[in-house]
């Protein structure tokens, strides 16, 4: 489990072919003494297990369902991925809860610089839409955003300048590609009350106090 709050850039100095995935390589700007093999590690979202740790350059095996749901698959050597270690009980939540099993894949529509802010615009997969509220949470490369706005697949956000710093959003252009975690409690209540709005779909009713109370929410 993870928080969406990058602790660092890291590098990848190594990519092989294995078994229909991939090994990867990833040299992370933190220590990795508290770090043992078997840990899970966040990289650009994706929650990976380190299979090797030599000095600050950790490995991790990504299998061919992870390379079909994320950006992994286009990542060449020197490439840039934003790393968080998973969460200790006791920690801080200073962002949302993240597990890093990514979604899907979204696309970068527009920049927009405004003084030392940035507009972001990201285009999602249609399928995400009704997970999606104004002010909720999502994580888009690993890293967790506020929803300011949004209009059908299209979501905006305001990039603050610690997060432009210590991430790799700085780096993004349109037409780039990111890993899509929807927040997980949104996933959850839609799955919970989905069969409830599918009854209102299906009687042509509305959803109000009567209908609520029909259904024992109170």
């Not at 490995?59 to 991925?81: C, I, N, Q, R, W």
């Not at 970068?108 to 615009?121: A, G, Q, Y």
């Not at 888009?140 to 300048?161: H, K």
């Not at 710093?165 to 929807?182: R, Y």
Request: charged share 25%; with cysteine; glycine share 8%.
């Amino acid at each position: 489990m993870f928080t969406g709050l990058v602790e660092g850039i890291g590098k990848i100095v190594s990519l092989q072919s294995y078994r229909g995935g991939l090994l990867a390589e990833i040299s992370a700007p933190f220590s990795l003494k508290d770090t043992r093999v078997g840990d899970s590690v966040s990289v650009d979202g994706i929650c990976l297990t380190i299979t090797e740790i030599r000095g600050s350059n950790f490995k991790a095996h990504l299998s061919p369902e992870t390379l079909s749901k994320t950006t992994f698959k286009y990542k060449h050597l020197g490439d840039f991925v934003n790393l968080e270690r998973a969460l200790r009980f006791g920690d801080r939540l200073g962002g949302h809860l993240v597990s890093g099993h990514v979604d899907g894949i979204g696309k970068i529509l527009s920049i927009t610089p405004i003084e030392d802010f940035w507009k972001l615009r990201v285009e999602i997969p249609a399928e995400f839409v009704p997970y999606i509220v104004k002010k909720g949470s999502i994580a888009i490369d690993g890293v967790s955003l506020t929803i300011n706005d949004f209009r059908e697949r299209v979501l905006e956000f305001m990039l603050i300048p610690h997060t432009l710093k210590v991430t790799t959003l700085c780096l993004k252009k349109p037409g780039d590609l990111v890993n899509i975690e929807i927040d997980m409690i949104a996933k959850m209540v839609y799955k919970w009350i989905s069969p409830y709005l599918e009854n209102l779909e299906t009687t042509k009713r509305r959803l109000t106090l009567e209908f609520l109370k029909e259904q024992g929410f109170f």
